[in-house]
C-alpha cells in the first residue's frame, strides 16, 4: 500500500516536473534543465547519486513537516474558532525531534562518505594532463608527451555585444579542447598561473580550484565518447563567463591519430617559424589574436577602458620603437595585469599581434614585425 | 559609567583585541604547522638528514616531475626527465633546466608540491633548488639539482608520486642585489 | 530632557543636531533602521543591474569588469550595510525595553557606532566613481584577485571594511553590557525575550569574528603596501590560508546574520499563536549550539581547494550535525502554533514564508554540506539559491516582520493591513520566481558570479530577472506602507498593541514614550 502510494507520487512528481521542464524547454535534454547530470565517469555517478538520496530524504521530510503546519494553519485558526491551548513543552517530544534527526544524519553519512572516497581515488592513472588556469583561458599539458597548447573561448566580441547574432554553441565553444582517450583513467593535475580559476566538467563530476603555487589532481575514466562542456567557476577577473571548459573524449584510435598529428604540426610548426609573412597576412591573423586574447582588457577598438587598462590606440609603446613593443607583450609587466604571453602565444601570433597593434585603429608604424623577430627577441635575451 | 560596565567593556575589548592578534599571528603559523603535519596542500618539509639507509628492492614507485611558472615568470623551466622509478630509500638525483630568456637579471624562487596529499610526509629532500633562491643572469641557463629518497613507510595505496614546482619571480623582494649576480 | 527630543518645530538647527547627537537608543535604533534601509535599496539597485545583464545571453547594458564590481558591492551593502544595521536597529529599540532597561548600558559608544557607518559606506561606495572602479573581487574577496590583481581602490574598501568592523565591535559589547548588566530586577537570564537571547550570543560571535575579519584586510593590506607575503606562495605564504581565514569569520557571519532572525520570529509567532513560545529552553540551548558549532565548520565552504581526504570528512559531517539544532528551533516554532488561535496580520505572514522557505534553504544547505555532491553544487547559481533562500527569506523577511509588528508601538499608528498583505504576496511570489529557478540553472550548470552565459540557460535566467523586479517592487511598496503609517496610519493607544503579545514592551505606552522604564519594573 504504501510503496504503491509512493510510486504513485514520484510519477505524478515526475509529470510536474515534466510541465515545468515544457514551459523553461529550449534545445537541450530534459534533465539537464532541472537536475545534476548524471555524467559518464563513475565520480559524477555517485555525485548524482547521494544527490538524489538527499534530495528525496529532504523532500520526504519536508512535506511532513509543511503538511503538519499546513494542517495547523487550517485547523487552528481564530476564524473558525479555534481556543489556544497554554502547554509549551513537552521533554519527550523534544527529545525526539533532537535524536531522530541526528540518527537519519548518521545514515545519510554512509552513503555521503563513500562518494567522496571515490573523489579522492586518484591513483594508478594512465594518462596524466596537467591543467593550468590563465587569465582567461586554460592551458592543457600532457606530461611525458611534449604536448602542451591553450584553450581559449571561440566566440566572437561580437555576438557577445550582440552586433551579431548568437551562435548555437554560444560561449560552449574553444578553440582548441582538450582531447581524451576513452576508457582511459586520466589524471588531472590542476593549478593555477595567476589567481585562483576552477575547472569544472560537470559531466565528469569533477571541479578543482586552480591556486597558483599549489597542485592538486582529480581524475576521470569514461567508456563514453563525445564532447564535454565545462565551465570557470572561481571568480578571476573580468574574463571569468569567458574561459569555458570543452573535453572531447575520443576512442584509443582516434585519440592516437590526434596525438601523433598533434606532435607533428608542433614540428612542422618549428620549422616553418622562418616563413616571411606579408603585411596584410599578419593583419588578418592580428586582429584575429588581438580579439581573442587582447580585447578582453584593452577593448576591440584599442581604446583599453580607461583607469583599468590602458588603451593601445596612439600609445606610446605602439607607436614607439618595436622592441620595446616586444619587451612588453613577451615578458609582461610585473606588477600589472598585463602578464607574460611568452608561453601562452606561439611566436607568430606574437608577431601578428605586435603587427596588428602597431597599424590599426589608425596606429600607422608601417614596419612589419615578422615570427622570426620574437623568436629572436626571445633567444636574444 | 557604571564600574561593571567599564569591567565588561575591557574585557570584551580584551577579547576583541585577542582575536585581531590571534587571526594575524596565530593562525597563519598554526596553518603552516597543520599543512606540514597533515600535508595539506602537499608541502614538503625542509631540509632531510638521512640517517639510515634501508632501501626496500622489493617495491618500485614512479616519481614524476613536473614544472610550471607563474605569471610574470618568463624563464624556461623544466625537468630534464619526465619520471624516474625509484625504490623506497634510495637516495636519487635529478635535474631541472632553467633559462632566464630576458635581458634582465632575475630571481626565482620554487615553490613544491607533492601529490597525492598523504606521500608529501614521507618525501624527503636531502638537497633541493627550492631551498635557495636562484638568481640567473640575462640569458643564463642552469641545471638545478634535486637529491630525494623515498620513506620506506610511504603507504602501501601511493603507486605514483608526484612533485611539482612553480617558479615564481621575486627579483623585486629579495634581498640579494643584482650587483651580486654578476 | 523634560520637554523631550526636539522636533522639527524647534527649527532645522536643533533638530539635526538631536540626531547627531543622540544617546537616546530609540533615536539611534531608528537612525540604523533607516540606514540599513537606504543600504537595502542600494544593495538592490545593484541586484537589480545584476538581473537586468542576466536576463538575456550577452553583454546589453554593462562590461564584465562593472559585473563584478555589481555582484561584489551587492554582496558587501547587504551583508554589511543592509541585514546587520538592520538587526542592530532593532535591538537598540527593543533590547532595554525588553528587559527593562532604561537605555543601552554605553549611550555614547552607541551614537559612535552608528555614525560611522555612512562613512564606511560613503568610501565603499564612492570607489566606484574612482579611478579603477570598485572591488571587483566578490564579497569573499579571495587572494591574490584581491591582493595582487585587485585594483589600486582596494585600500578604500579595506578602510571600508575596519570601520564596519569597529561599529560592529561596539554595537556588540553595547549590547552585552546592556543585556548581562541593565537587565530589571527579577528578570534572569531564563526569562529573558527570545530575541534578546539570540542577541546576546550573536553579540559575543561579532565580538569574536569581527577582528578576525579586521585581521584578513590588514594581512591584505600588508601584503599588497608593505611587502609580506602571508597570502603570496612566491614567498612563503598561501593563499589558501586567506580562505580559511575569511571562512573562519564568515561562517559564523552567516549565524550573526539569521540568529536575531530567529530571535524575532519567536516573538512574533507566539503573539499570533496566542500561546507560549514551546521549548523556550531548548530554544536557547539550540541557538547556543548553533553559534558554537558555527566556529567548527568553515572549510565546507572550501571542499573543491583540495583538501585531504580527512578534512573532507570532518567538515561534512560536522556540517551535518548543524542541521540537529536548527531542526529543532522550526519543531519548536511548528509547535507553538499547534493548538493554538492563529491570525495572519502581515508580521505573521512573513513569519511563517520565513518558517518555510528557510526551512526550504535548510534542506539545500544540508544537501551541499555533503562533500561529493557539493563538488558538483560549488560556485554555481545552486548556492546563490541557497543563501538567498536563507538570507532574504530568512533575515529579510523576518526583519520585514519585525518592522510591521514592532511599527505601531514606535509610532503609535498602525500599518495599512492590505497594504501589508499585498505587499506581503507580492514579495513571497516574487521572490519564488527569482531564487526558486537559481535551484536548476546550478544544478544544469551555471557558475555563480557569471556576467554572462550560454543559451542552455537563456530560460530560466529570464524568469529569475522577472522575479527579481517583482521582488524590487514590493520592496517600494514596503516603503509607501511605512511612510505612510508614519504619517497617515490609524493611531493605536492601547499599550499591547496585538492581542496576544506579551513582553515588557508592551507594557509601555503607545507610542513608546521617548524615555521608557527610567525606574526599572519589577519582573515576577
Same mark, same amino acid.
Given at each position: 500500500?504504501l ?9 505524478s ?10 514551459g ?16 559518464v565517469?563513475?565520480?559524477s ?5 547521494i ?11 519536508g512535506?511532513?513537516v509543511?503538511g ?11 476564524s ?17 525531534w533532537t535524536i ?10 554512509i552513503?555521503a ?30 606530461l611525458?608527451e ?10 566572437p ?15 560552449r ?5 582538450? #582531447?581524451l582517450?576513452a &576508457?582511459?583513467k586520466?589524471? %588531472?593535475?590542476?593549478?593555477? +598561473?595567476? @589567481? *585562483?580559476?576552477?575547472?569544472? /566538467? ?15 589532481s ?7 565518447p563525445?564532447?564535454?562542456v ?16 570543452v573535453?572531447?573524449?575520443?576512442e584509443?584510435?582516434?585519440y592516437?591519430?590526434?596525438?601523433a598529428?598533434k606532435?607533428?604540426?608542433a614540428a ?10 606579408t ?8 586582429e584575429e589574436?588581438?580579439?581573442?586574447s ?5 577593448? #576591440?577598438n584599442?581604446? &583599453?577602458?580607461p583607469g583599468? %587598462?590602458p588603451?593601445l590606440k +596612439?600609445? @606610446? *609603446?605602439?607607436?614607439?620603437? /618595436? ?16 602578464q607574460?604571453?611568452?608561453?601562452q ?23 612589419i ?13 | 559609567?557604571?564600574t ?7 574585557k ?9 592578534l590571534?587571526?594575524?599571528f ?7 604547522l597543520?599543512?606540514e ?6 608541502r ?8 639510515e639507509?634501508?632501501?626496500d628492492?622489493?617495491r618500485?614507485v ?11 615568470m ?7 626527465e619526465?619520471s ?12 631541472f633546466?632553467?633559462?632566464?630568456t630576458t ?10 608540491n607533492v601529490?597525492p ?11 633541493c633548488f ?6 640567473l ?19 602501501d595505496s601511493?603507486?605514483?608520486v608526484?612533485?611539482?614546482?612553480t617558479?615564481?619571480?621575486i ?6 642585489s643584482?650587483?651580486?649576480?654578476q | ?8 518645530a ?14 537616546n537608543?530609540k533615536?539611534i ?7 540599513s534601509?537606504?543600504?537595502f535599496?542600494l544593495?538592490?539597485s ?9 536576463f ?8 564584465p569588469e ?9 554582496g558587501l ?12 536597529g532593532?535591538?537598540?529599540?527593543l ?14 559608544m ?14 565603499l561606495?564612492?570607489t566606484?566613481?574612482m ?14 584577485l ?12 579595506i578602510?571600508?571594511?575596519h570601520i564596519m ?6 554595537g556588540?559589547?553595547n ?11 527579577g ?8 530575541f534578546?537571547w539570540?542577541w ?8 569574536a ?8 584586510v590588514t ?8 611587502g ?6 612566491a614567498?612563503?605564504?598561501d ?7 575569511f ?6 557571519e ?6 536575531p532572525?530567529f530571535?524575532?520570529v ?7 499563536s ?28 572550501m571542499?573543491?581547494?583540495g583538501?585531504p ?5 570532518y567538515?561534512?559531517?560536522?556540517t ?18 499547534y493548538?493554538g ?14 518558517v518555510?522557505?528557510f526551512t ?12 561529493a555532491?557539493?563538488i ?8 546563490v ?13 523576518s ?22 498583505k ?18 536548476f ?6 557558475p ?18 522577472i522575479?527579481?523586479?517583482?521582488y524590487?517592487?514590493a520592496q ?18 492601547k499599550?499591547?498593541?496585538w ?9 509601555v ?6 524615555h521608557?522604564?527610567?525606574?526599572p519594573?519589577?519582573?515576577?
Amino acid at each position: 500500500m504504501l510503496k504503491r502510494a509512493q510510486a504513485l507520487f514520484l510519477r505524478s512528481l515526475g509529470a510536474v516536473l515534466a510541465l515545468v521542464y515544457v514551459g523553461g524547454a529550449n534545445s537541450e535534454s530534459a534533465a539537464s534543465q532541472l537536475n545534476m547530470p548524471q555524467g559518464v565517469t563513475e565520480v559524477s555517478q555517485a555525485a548524482y547519486d547521494i544527490h538524489m538520496i538527499m534530495m528525496w530524504i529532504c523532500t520526504v521530510i519536508g512535506i511532513a513537516v509543511f503538511g503538519f503546519m499546513f494542517y495547523v494553519m487550517y485547523a487552528h485558526r481564530k476564524s473558525r474558532g479555534a481556543v489556544a491551548e497554554n502547554f509549551h513543552e513537552n521533554v519527550l517530544v523534544e527529545l525526539l525531534w533532537t535524536i531522530v534527526p541526528a540518527i537519519i544524519l548518521i545514515v545519510m553519512a554512509i552513503p555521503a562518505t563513500s562518494a567522496l572516497l571515490k573523489v579522492y581515488d586518484t591513483e594508478n592513472a594512465d594518462i596524466d594532463i596537467k591543467v593550468t588556469g590563465y587569465q582567461w583561458k586554460w592551458q592543457y599539458e600532457y606530461l611525458g608527451e611534449d604536448v602542451k597548447f591553450m584553450s581559449e573561448l571561440r566566440t566572437p566580441q561580437d555576438e557577445i555585444y550582440g552586433r551579431e547574432p548568437k551562435g548555437e554553441h554560444y560561449l560552449r565553444e574553444v578553440t582548441e579542447p582538450l #582531447v581524451l582517450p576513452a &576508457g582511459k583513467k586520466v589524471r %588531472f593535475l590542476i593549478t593555477g +598561473n595567476d @589567481v *585562483i580559476h576552477s575547472w569544472w /566538467v560537470p559531466d565528469f563530476g569533477v571541479k578543482r580550484d586552480a591556486v597558483p603555487g599549489l597542485f592538486t589532481s582529480a581524475w576521470a575514466k569514461t567508456d563514453k565518447p563525445g564532447t564535454y562542456v565545462g565551465e570557470c567557476t572561481e571568480l578571476c577577473g573580468s574574463g571569468h563567463a569567458f574561459m569555458p571548459v570543452v573535453v572531447e573524449v575520443k576512442e584509443q584510435a582516434e585519440y592516437d591519430q590526434w596525438l601523433a598529428d598533434k606532435k607533428a604540426a608542433a614540428a612542422e610548426y618549428a620549422s616553418t617559424i622562418g616563413k616571411q609573412w606579408t603585411f596584410d597576412e599578419l593583419m588578418v591573423k592580428g586582429e584575429e589574436v588581438y580579439n581573442r586574447s587582447c580585447a578582453g582588457c584593452h577593448a #576591440v577598438n584599442g581604446e &583599453g577602458i580607461p583607469g583599468v %587598462f590602458p588603451a593601445l590606440k +596612439n600609445s @606610446v *609603446i605602439a607607436l614607439g620603437p /618595436v622592441v620595446e613593443h616586444l619587451r612588453v607583450v613577451v615578458d609582461g609587466i610585473p606588477g600589472t595585469a598585463m602578464q607574460s604571453f611568452a608561453d601562452q602565444l606561439s611566436e607568430v601570433d606574437i608577431a601578428a599581434v605586435i603587427h596588428y597593434e602597431r597599424n590599426a585603429w589608425g596606429n600607422d608604424v608601417g614596419d612589419i614585425t615578422q615570427p622570426i623577430d620574437v623568436l629572436n627577441y626571445k633567444q636574444a635575451k | 559609567m557604571q564600574t561593571s560596565h567599564r569591567t565588561l567593556l575591557a574585557k570584551l575589548l580584551a577579547l576583541a583585541v585577542a582575536m585581531f592578534l590571534f587571526a594575524v599571528f596565530v593562525l597563519p603559523p598554526l596553518y603552516d604547522l597543520f599543512c606540514e603535519i597533515t600535508g595539506i596542500g602537499g608541502r614538503t618539509d625542509g631540509k632531510y638528514e638521512a640517517v639510515e639507509v634501508r632501501v626496500d628492492t622489493s617495491r618500485q614507485v614512479e616519481v614524476q616531475f613536473v614544472a610550471a611558472n607563474n605569471a610574470e615568470m618568463p624563464w624556461e623551466f623544466y625537468p630534464m626527465e619526465y619520471s624516474v622509478v625509484v625504490h623506497p630509500g634510495e637516495s636519487r638525483a635529478v635535474n631541472f633546466f632553467a633559462h632566464n630568456t630576458t635581458g634582465e637579471n632575475m630571481v626565482a624562487q620554487a615553490i613544491p608540491n607533492v601529490l597525492p596529499n598523504n606521500a608529501a610526509d614521507y618525501f624527503h629532500k636531502t638537497a633541493c633548488f627550492c631551498f635557495d633562491n636562484q638568481p640567473l643572469a640575462a640569458g643564463e641557463q642552469a641545471e638545478l639539482g634535486l637529491v630525494f629518497i623515498l620513506d620506506p613507510d610511504l603507504p602501501d595505496s601511493v603507486n605514483t608520486v608526484t612533485l611539482s614546482y612553480t617558479l615564481f619571480d621575486i627579483t623585486d623582494r629579495t634581498a640579494l642585489s643584482i650587483s651580486q649576480i654578476q | 530632557m523634560a520637554h523631550g527630543p526636539a522636533t522639527l518645530a524647534d527649527g532645522w538647527v536643533k533638530y539635526i543636531s538631536r540626531w547627531v547627537f543622540t544617546t537616546n537608543h530609540k533615536d539611534i535604533g531608528t537612525l540604523y533602521l533607516w540606514f540599513s534601509f537606504a543600504m537595502f535599496i542600494l544593495g538592490g539597485s545593484f541586484a537589480m543591474i545584476i538581473r537586468a545583464e542576466l536576463f538575456q545571453p550577452g553583454m546589453q547594458l554593462i562590461k564584465p569588469e562593472f559585473f563584478n564590481q555589481m555582484t561584489t558591492m551587492h554582496g558587501l551593502v547587504m551583508v554589511f550595510g543592509a541585514i546587520m544595521p538592520a538587526f542592530v536597529g532593532l535591538a537598540n529599540w527593543l533590547i532595554p525595553m525588553m528587559i527593562g532597561a532604561p537605555d543601552m548600558a554605553l549611550p555614547r559608544m552607541n551614537n559612535l557606532s552608528f555614525w560611522i557607518l555612512p562613512f564606511a559606506f560613503a568610501i565603499l561606495v564612492a570607489t566606484l566613481f574612482m579611478e579603477g572602479g570598485g572591488p571587483n573581487f566578490g564579497w569573499t574577496f579571495y587572494a591574490p584577485l584581491s591582493t595582487t590583481y585587485a585594483p589600486d581602490t582596494v585600500n578604500y574598501f579595506i578602510f571600508g571594511v575596519h570601520i564596519m568592523g569597529a561599529s560592529s565591535i561596539m554595537g556588540s559589547i553595547n549590547i552585552i553590557a546592556t543585556v548581562m548588566n541593565m537587565r530589571a530586577p527579577g528578570m534572569t537570564y531564563m526569562k529573558m525575550p527570545m530575541f534578546v537571547w539570540t542577541w546576546l550570543i550573536t553579540a559575543f560571535l561579532l565580538v569574536a569574528v569581527m577582528p578576525v575579519l579586521a585581521g584578513a584586510v590588514t594581512m591584505m593590506l600588508t601584503d599588497i603596501n608593505f611587502g609580506t607575503s602571508f597570502f603570496d606562495a612566491a614567498g612563503g605564504g598561501d593563499p589558501v590560508l586567506f580562505q580559511h581565514i575569511f571562512w573562519f569569520f564568515g561562517h559564523p557571519e552567516v549565524y550573526i546574520i539569521i540568529l536575531p532572525a530567529f530571535g524575532v520570529v519567536s516573538q512574533i509567532i507566539p503573539t499570533f499563536s496566542r500561546k507560549p513560545l514551546f521549548g523556550y529552553s531548548s530554544m536557547v540551548y539550540a541557538t547556543a549550539s548553533i553559534a558554537f558549532m558555527s566556529f567548527i565548520v568553515w572549510a565546507h565552504h572550501m571542499f573543491t581547494v583540495g583538501m585531504p581526504i580527512a578534512g573532507e570528512l570532518y567538515f561534512m559531517y560536522a556540517t551535518m550535525l548543524i542541521a540537529v539544532p536548527t531542526g529543532v528551533k522550526v519543531f519548536n516554532w511548528i509547535t507553538t502554533m499547534y493548538k493554538g488561535s492563529l491570525t495572519f496580520e502581515t508580521p505573521m505572514l512573513f513569519s511563517i514564508a520565513f518558517v518555510i522557505l528557510f526551512t526550504f534553504g535548510g534542506f539545500t544547505g544540508l544537501m551541499l554540506s555533503i562533500a561529493a555532491a557539493d563538488i558538483q553544487y560549488h560556485d554555481t547559481y545552486f548556492v546563490v539559491a541557497h543563501f538567498h533562500y536563507v538570507m532574504v527569506a530568512g533575515a529579510v523577511f523576518s526583519g520585514t516582520a519585525a518592522v510591521y509588528y514592532w511599527l505601531p508601538k514606535w509610532c503609535g499608528k498602525m500599518y495599512d493591513e492590505t497594504m501589508g498583505k499585498v505587499q506581503f504576496w507580492i514579495a513571497f511570489i516574487g521572490f519564488n520566481i527569482t531564487f526558486m529557478p537559481q535551484h536548476f540553472l546550478g544544478l544544469a550548470g551555471m557558475p555563480r558570479r557569471y556576467a554572462d552565459y550560454g543559451l542552455q540557460f537563456a530560460d530560466w535566467n529570464m524568469v529569475s530577472s522577472i522575479g527579481a523586479f517583482m521582488y524590487g517592487a514590493a520592496q517600494i511598496l514596503f516603503l509607501f506602507n511605512v511612510v505612510r503609517t508614519i504619517t497617515h496610519g490609524k493611531p493605536v493607544d492601547k499599550p499591547e498593541v496585538w492581542e496576544g503579545a506579551e513582553g515588557l514592551e508592551w507594557t509601555v505606552p503607545t507610542p513608546a514614550p521617548y524615555h521608557t522604564f527610567e525606574k526599572p519594573p519589577q519582573v515576577k
